[in-house]
């Protein structure tokens, strides 16, 4: 693959792994020429970088051991409103590629494609300012139709979010009952329906989709 011709481009590489830093640069030095590459390994070390550094590109894995990437990608763009971000990671395209992209990401790429499609992915985001897999554009289509593609607490009528989000909070079955004066059975209840309805099948999906979607 040629090179493109951009100079001075500055592009930040953010990943725990640093087999996968190295292996991301050696593709960005083949497809930008001259590109000025920085590492990070931490969510707190992309922060610093970002607080001292302009970058006109940066890819970043969704997971690192001090937080996840969502923390970070709107913070990002408040101070660096130009920059252009692709998310690279291992999380499964369909439950979590909108996640990234409501919060600000440009690009979502799976650590599963190969090489070329790796490639592709980079010199896309350069040319284009975005990139995104077949699948993800889909959901995209998709979601200006049906903004529940976008926010799944949509779904839930106003007394399932109430209960959704003390949940959230870590209250059980029998502080929301008291809370809300409903009997333990009925918040049972509640509860598997919304369960169901956001499809997912833990608490710890639940507080995640609640901090996502419903920032407090």
Not at 83 to 98: N, P, Q
Not at 156 to 178: C, M, P
Request: proline share 3%.
């Amino acid at each position: 693959m040629s090179s493109i011709s951009q100079n001075n481009i500055k592009i930040l590489l953010a990943d725990d792994h640093n087999i996968v830093r190295q292996g991301m640069s050696f593709m960005v030095e083949d497809i930008l020429k001259n590109a000025e590459i920085h590492h990070a390994s931490s969510i707190q070390q992309i922060k610093n970088i970002m607080a001292n550094t302009s970058f006109d590109f940066a890819i970043l894995d969704a997971q690192f051991p001090d937080g996840n990437s969502l923390s970070v990608i709107s913070e990002i763009k408040k101070i660096q409103p130009n920059i252009k971000i692709m998310v690279f990671t291992s999380f499964e395209e369909e439950k979590y590629s909108l996640k990234f992209i409501n919060e600000g990401a440009d690009g979502f790429l799976s650590k599963l494609s190969e090489e070329h499609e790796i490639q592709n992915a980079i010199t896309e985001l350069v040319e284009k300012g975005k990139s995104f897999p077949p699948f993800t554009q889909k959901l995209l289509e998709s979601s200006f139709n049906n903004f529940d593609f976008l926010n799944p607490l949509n779904k839930l009528s106003e007394r399932e979010l109430q209960i959704a989000l003390l949940y959230a909070k870590g209250e059980g079955n029998l502080e929301i009952a008291n809370t809300l004066s409903l009997k333990q059975n009925t918040v049972s209840t509640f509860k598997k329906r919304i369960f169901e309805k956001l499809n997912i099948d833990s608490f710890v999906e639940l507080i995640d989709l609640v901090k996502t979607h419903h920032p407090q």
